[in-house]
């Protein structure tokens, strides 16, 4: 339990981690401004007993409840607002780290996978922080302090109760640890259990085409049933398991009540205890442990917190580089890559490379998948930083630029198109903030968009994304290059896959690719052959190094991949389906 | 004004008869065990009550001077033993309301599963593979906690106080009903803090939707904004908007934070009447010193449990949405398919008739007739949007036909079964999903016990064999995401395969032949053409060329056949094709 709490603490920030602490502080305040009935009841039973039961007793004990509340009031205020400034701002600020650390985190390493986890955080994760985790941690540490102060002022009454109830809260709480401990195994169980069913259940309905297709129902894959029948019965198990510690619990705290209340009597009828003094132990023997038996409740709780804070600690482990350089403008435009290797995984991808593509030039990498050709334009761009070389743009190394100054010279075309989920106009000018709707629709006149935009309910102000436009993929990616086209960077790096794109839209996308490209210094990832052809240097990346480099017709003349590399495309462009001769 | 919070009002009351209409189909099956819960939770409450009347006699034993040690002794045993009887009570209840619940959420969840099955595939697809996962796997554990705890320890509260109550006021009803004196006061706060909340309620849901939808941007679109240079400025905006997140709730919080804590303070603030009314009675005689004890005791026990209580009604709503939510499910229509064909096709001659078909409450089929003749390639082409793939989708039955019908081999695809239909039908598109499993069983799973050399052999025929050999793994690799990193190319060509060993009569190409993986083109266009050998072929084609030889082309063009031919015909005779040939020739002319 300390480590949990230990993580808990650990996530909030400085202030307001004092503000939890002040908080519990003031919660075992709370706690004995509660308890001020039981010196109202004193007073009662005590003229009750010693005689001289006037009225005097009944305003004094009202004046001491209504004392009681005005005073819990005030407290409870002021705890309140410490708990949930201190709740909402540690989850505020940590998603505010959550965002700072992903402008470092190199732009290569980033994944839709990665991503998505990493936006749960950001939003459910932090939202049970700031609610259940923070509730928890509070109610589970004032319980405990509560009731130790409770215990520890009886010794000044009455020493031997007193030595009963410490007794019975250290067993207590060993219990609490035990139980704790004696769920782990089982807990993590029940874990494996879930996220077993979570993934066969998640292969099913992600394969459910082919489930049907295939007719795989019933079959071992796609055996949801009995996974979730062993997920149902390892929550029951836990559920057992908790409900047994919890009746132990219980049985304990009320037992050791009425051991204390057996007590008092006996040192009553002994003669060792007023009446008065039994009769108000009677009554506090059954609340002394009040508290506590708020903390067996919330137990059930520390795994989300030590979930929560699990999660986010993950969050913010990818790695991350220095992106705060100079604001650098670069001398030319010319990209200098010097002896440059570069490993992901352990696995050496790019491997002893140097080139260079001059000013207003066109570059065209070719090479099978997986060669590493996509990975070296993004070191280009310093979507990752190298592990050894260096790489200059307009001879300074990219290192060296701020890379907000760095990211101003490049402009980017993927085959992966994000749109905001904004208006289309504000996503085109996203390329160039502040710039006036003329601009938009020049830039997307030139990317071809001018015409579907104006054909879409709202034009330029139909808002893309979830209950807006469902736009085409070369819709879409148009209105990337259109973004791009708005920027108006000096280099533009570019992946020409047009995977999936008809006829009509493909024909204006090359003609939005060729607006943009317009007297710019081109990398481009090709596979169209007349952009290859044209480009002024080819290089052929295979195995994480440069195979073959020069023009499409030095290139032709020799022998390799690139040769065989151009007559599967042609092949492959005249390919025809059911001819029935082939 | 008024008005309108009388509609909110009825529009709630409508949203809590549903809510606790879902719940109640929901329990199905389960109601028994429940009912023994809460039969178990009264018990426990019995237990408890007993257990104050029996500390009660003690005490008037005591006061009255009492000076038998056994006779404390023996009421403090039974004392314990009706406490340890109460938590028994007690926790057999909660734990049989949890294994009822948790049986429930288990059931839900196949149920859901099964009808993914049943319903047409399309609508199956409408949702995302992580809407699914939300419903089925994350929120379905959300009931868990307001079920299973709601019934027990919601009768146990409220029965247990009310019936303490009682007890009270047999002893003195007076004093009885003067401890209530500060329930007014709480209820008055509470009121206050309520009325506050539709002021400031919407707000923080506002700005915490806000702050999800800055997140999802900021987080999901870092990429472009790293690359547009803006992640200064985009960063500010997500700053502004957790903050905003925070103090909306802060905000809240501090107005209503006096009523809030006032109330909670009053609530159980049960002395503040009964003692100066008890000490009141006592001193006109009325009331016995002792009975005034009693009282007092008694209290600390009545109001408690009755906060507890109230903590759950919020709950119930939100369990309702998400049993809704699974109800959204459970209510699509299914497929109207036999469990047994009732006629076997005879060839594989494809017509259609007078098809219409609707999405999402428009007519994207007008009325589509199409014959397709046995072992003859088609094609189906036209511009995007046209219908053209939600043709192809109802001949694979992923969908159903609002009306006319779909023969094959001269019977109506809705007399057969969707098992024996899916046998005549390999539906091949851009993204077959693989299995985390081993590629051999991959593919395997074209046909039910096919050998290793089967599997092999098919694997040969579509290209992947090389590649996978070359694999450390071999056929054993595991195709998942935990597996070999398999390119696009390869998956393809696993999945093709896969529909290889399937051997079905008729195949149907949705846009597989774009590729994800240009470097693999060739490779997977002899392997699409292997497959389509001597079988009648569906196919929707972006390039135009690769279709050229079809034996049948149809050009669909807002939900309508517009013409229908080889491509001479076509060409001769219809604009909008020959429009769509030019501008494709235009593109590939430099490439050929």
């Known amino acids: ?582 | 004004m008024e008005k309108g919070n009388g509609n909110e009002a009825a529009a709630q009351a409508v949203l809590n008869r549903s809510t606790f209409g879902w719940l109640w189909k929901f329990t199905e099956g389960k109601r028994g065990t429940y009912l023994m819960s809460v039969i178990l939770a009264l018990l426990g409450v019995a237990c408890m009550l007993l257990s104050y009347i029996c500390l009660a006699e003690l005490i008037r034993q005591l006061i009255a001077g009492g000076h038998e040690m056994s006779f404390y002794l023996q009421r403090g045993v039974q004392i314990g033993i009706l406490w340890i009887l109460r938590y028994v009570f007690h926790s057999l209840s909660t734990y049989s309301s949890h294994s009822a619940t948790f049986g429930l959420i288990g059931n839900a969840r196949k149920k859901l599963l099964k009808k993914l099955g049943t319903m047409p595939l399309g609508a199956v697809q409408s949702r995302s593979s992580g809407e699914y996962k939300n419903i089925i796997c994350d929120r379905a554990d959300h009931v868990e906690p307001t079920l299973a705890h709601v019934l027990p320890e919601f009768t146990a509260n409220i029965i247990g106080a009310v019936a303490m109550f009682i007890y009270m006021m047999t002893i003195d009803c007076r004093v009885g009903l003067w401890q209530l004196i500060c329930i007014p006061a709480g209820f008055i706060a509470f009121s206050v803090m309520m009325a506050s909340t539709p002021k400031y309620y919407p707000d923080t849901i506002k700005k915490t939707k806000a702050l999800n939808a800055a997140a999802v941007e900021y987080i999901g679109g870092i990429e472009v904004i790293k690359a547009f240079g803006q992640s200064r400025t985009s960063y500010g905006k997500f700053v502004k908007a957790a903050k905003e997140g925070a103090e909306c709730f802060i905000n809240w919080m501090q107005k209503e934070n006096f009523w809030q804590n006032f109330g909670m303070a009053c609530f159980p603030a049960t002395m503040l009447g009964l003692l100066p009314s008890g000490v009141m009675y006592c001193l006109n005689g009325t009331l016995e010193p002792a009975d005034l004890i009693v009282l007092i005791i008694l209290s600390f026990g009545t109001v408690t449990p009755l906060i507890t209580a109230f903590g759950y009604t919020d709950d119930i709503s939100k369990v309702g949405e998400i049993i809704s939510d699974m109800a959204d499910i459970l209510d699509e229509k299914d497929m109207k398919r036999p469990e047994k064909s009732r006629a076997v096709p005879r060839g594989h001659d494809i017509s259609l008739k007078d098809v219409h078909f609707t999405y999402k409450d428009k007519e994207v089929l007008h009325g589509i007739d199409m014959e397709i003749k046995d072992g003859t390639v088609n094609a189906l082409v036209g511009p995007s949007g046209s219908g053209k793939s939600t043709v192809a989708r109802l001949i694979a039955s992923l969908w159903e036909v609002d009306s006319g019908e779909i023969r094959i081999g001269g019977v109506n695809i809705r007399d057969m079964s969707l098992k024996e239909y899916n046998r005549h039908i390999a539906y091949v598109s851009q993204e077959n999903y693989l299995f985390d499993q081993t590629i051999i069983d991959n593919i395997r799973m074209g046909k039910d016990g096919a050998t290793d050399e089967e599997v092999i052999c098919a694997a040969k025929k579509c290209g992947c064999h090389d590649f996978i050999m070359s694999l450390e793994n071999g056929y054993q690799t595991i195709c998942g995401g935990s597996g070999g990193h398999l390119s696009g190319g390869e998956r393809q060509r696993i999945s093709i395969a896969r529909a290889m060993l399937k051997d079905a009569p008729i195949v149907i190409l949705d846009e597989a032949t774009s590729y994800t993986d240009p470097e693999s083109e060739a490779v997977i266009q002899s392997a699409l053409s292997r497959l389509t050998e001597g079988k009648t072929l569906i196919v929707i084609a972006h390039r135009l060329s690769t279709i050229a030889d079809a034996d049948k082309i149809f050009l669909i063009n807002s939900g309508w056949v517009e013409a229908a031919g080889t491509q001479q015909e076509l060409l001769a005779s219809n604009p909008l094709y020959r429009n769509m040939w030019e501008s494709h020739i235009a593109v590939r002319k430099e490439e050929a």
Not at chain 1, 533 to 558: C, P, R, T, W, Y
């Open chain 1, 1 to 582: 339990m300390l480590r949990t709490f230990k993580k808990f603490f650990d996530l909030c920030g400085e202030k307001e981690r004092k503000q939890f602490f002040m908080s519990i502080f003031l919660g075992v305040f709370h706690a004995f401004f509660a308890a001020m009935r039981i010196p109202a009841v004193y007073v009662v039973i005590k003229a009750i007993f010693e005689g001289g039961l006037s009225e005097k007793q009944a305003y004094v004990s009202a004046g001491i409840i209504f004392v009681s509340i005005i005073l819990q009031t005030a407290v409870s205020m002021k705890t309140t607002m410490l708990q949930t400034r201190a709740g909402f701002n540690t989850s505020s600020f940590k998603r505010i780290e959550i965002a700072e650390h992903l402008r470092y985190v190199p732009m290569g390493y980033l994944n839709d996978e990665g991503l998505g986890k990493i936006t749960s955080v950001a939003t459910n994760t932090m939202e049970s922080f700031s609610g259940i985790a923070a509730r928890c941690v509070l109610v589970i540490s004032k319980g405990i302090i509560t009731t130790l102060v409770i215990v520890l002022s009886m010794f000044f009454f009455e020493a031997r109760i007193a030595i009963v109830a410490l007794i019975t809260m250290v067993i207590y709480l060993v219990g609490t640890e035990f139980m704790i401990r004696a769920e782990g195994e089982d807990s993590d169980a029940f874990t494996t259990s879930q996220d077993s069913m979570v993934a066969r259940i998640l292969e099913y309905v992600r394969g459910i085409a082919e489930v049907r297709n295939f007719d795989l129902f019933g079959k071992s894959i796609t055996d949801v049933d009995s996974s979730i029948d062993r997920f149902t019965r390892y929550s029951t198990r836990m559920e057992s398991i908790y409900e047994v510690a919890m009746f132990f619990l219980n049985i304990l705290t009320k037992l050791s009540g009425i051991v204390m209340m057996i007590m008092s009597i006996a040192f009553y009828l002994g003669g060792s205890m007023s009446l008065v003094y039994t009769v108000m132990m009677i009554i506090c023997s059954f609340m002394i442990f009040e508290s506590l038996d708020q903390v067996g409740a919330f137990n059930g709780l520390t795994r989300t917190i030590e979930n929560c804070a699990d999660k986010v600690s993950e969050a913010l482990m990818s790695p991350t580089m220095d992106i705060d350089g100079k604001e650098l403008v670069p001398e030319s435009m010319t990209l200098t890559v010097k002896n440059v290797d570069f490993s992901y995984d352990k696995r050496k991808i790019i491997d002893g490379v140097s080139f260079e593509i001059p000013e207003r030039t066109t570059a065209a990498f070719v090479g099978p998948s997986g060669g590493g050709k996509t990975t070296i334009t993004q070191l280009l761009a310093r979507f990752w930083d190298v592990d050894n070389g260096r790489i200059l743009l307009g001879g300074t190394d990219v290192r060296e630029y701020s890379y907000d100054s760095l990211m101003k010279n490049f402009a980017f075309v993927f085959q992966n198109v994000y749109l905001f989920s904004d208006t289309i106009e504000n996503n085109i000018r996203f390329g160039k903030p502040g710039a006036s709707r003329e601009e938009v629709i020049k830039a997307a006149k030139a990317a071809c968009c001018h015409d579907f935009i104006m054909e879409l309910p709202d034009g330029y102000d139909t808002m893309i994304g979830e209950g807006g436009a469902n736009l085409s993929g070369g819709e879409r990616q148009r209105i990337s290059i259109a973004r791009a086209i708005m920027k108006d960077a000096p280099i533009i790096i570019l992946d020409e896959a047009t995977a999936n794109v008809d006829p009509e839209n493909e024909k204006l996308l090359m003609k939005a690719v060729e607006s943009l490209t317009k007297e710019k210094t081109v990398i481009m990832i090709a596979h169209r052959l007349q952009t290859v052809e044209n480009a002024d240097q080819i290089f052929v990346i295979d195995h994480g190094k440069i195979v073959q480099h020069g023009s499409h017709s030095e290139l032709m003349n020799e022998e390799g991949i690139y040769r065989r590399f151009i007559s599967e495309r042609k092949e492959a462009a005249g390919w025809k389906l059911g001819s029935r001769s082939a």
